[in-house]
């Protein structure tokens, strides 16, 4: 009998714990703890001027978002789409319905996604037509001429495992029908970023890079990376060697100051020296 009561005892012991217990699980909320090491990076964000309500955001791993309030709910807008992954979005100034989306993630790491080219909206991302340039795999950026929704230009990284002749600098006239390309290097030599003096389109530079990932190493930099100007709206392009360095430089990220063009931002790595540089 006493055996008997000290099992009961026990029991109706640890059904109290368990109760207890499942009251305080019962007030716990999920959280998302991962994985956060690659899925989920953005690869691209876009305001609409004017509109600091509306932008879009691109995902390495796929898809793009926009947001009409300021960030308070998301709409995807690219699931339909035979691209997955996003490297570049660009919204016409001079029309913001009106965007272009380079397919490819530019920033080559090892777990990267390819892309399918260009795509184009003319609806604020409601649909989209695939507008060219298949071939590119990675697109690190676009800038459109503030004075014409139709025509842009496409920084084209390239393929990232292996050579292609489909990389540079394209342009077209046209709202992505027709593509020329404009600055070219070779098929080992791929655009990292190009910026554009809003006040003066016809101005702009690119930085070149050349590069390759291998399984068991990456390869970045050299004489041939170097960054370029246009004063002609690209039709010609120039080295720009004064005040960088004489040694090869890895990737190279440009940016005009809008507010005064006059002064150009480049962002590089070189062995035993500073990373940022100003003009």
């Known amino acids: 009998m006493k055996l008997a009561r000290a099992l009961i005892m026990i029991v109706i012991f640890f059904a109290t714990a368990i109760s207890a217990e499942s009251d305080k699980l019962g007030d716990l909320k999920w959280r998302n703890i991962g994985p956060a090491n690659m899925g989920g990076r953005v690869s691209a964000i876009e305001g609409v001027v004017g509109d600091p309500n509306t932008y879009y955001v691109g995902g390495a791993d796929g898809g793009i978002f926009k947001t009409i309030n300021n960030g308070v709910t998301f709409d995807e807008i690219f699931n339909d789409q035979d691209a997955y992954s996003i490297g570049a979005i660009a919204v016409s100034p001079s029309d913001a319905n009106v965007l272009w989306v380079g397919t490819g993630e530019g920033d080559p790491r090892n777990s990267v996604g390819y892309g399918r080219g260009v795509y184009r909206s003319i609806d604020g991302g409601i649909t989209w037509v695939k507008s060219g340039l298949e071939k590119t795999e990675r697109i690190k950026r676009i800038v459109v001429d503030p004075r014409n929704p139709d025509v842009a230009s496409v920084c084209a ?45 016809r101005i702009m530079y690119a930085g070149m890079w050349t590069f390759r990932r291998k399984p068991w190493r990456f390869d970045g930099g ?50 035993d020296g500073g990373t940022l540089f100003r003009s």
């Open 222 to 271: 050299g004489k041939k990376t170097a960054l370029y100007r246009t004063m002609d709206g690209g039709n010609n392009w120039k080295i720009i060697h004064k005040g960088l360095p004489d040694g090869p430089m890895t990737r190279i990220g440009v940016q005009v100051a809008q507010s005064e063009p006059n002064i150009v931002y480049l962002v590089t790595e070189i062995k």
């Open 157 to 201: 990284l390239g393929r990232e495992w292996g050579p292609n002749p489909e990389r540079g600098v394209f342009m077209t006239y046209d709202g992505g029908k027709n593509w020329k390309k404009v600055l070219y290097i070779d098929e080992d030599t791929g655009c990292s970023d190009i910026t554009m003096e809003n006040s003066n389109p």
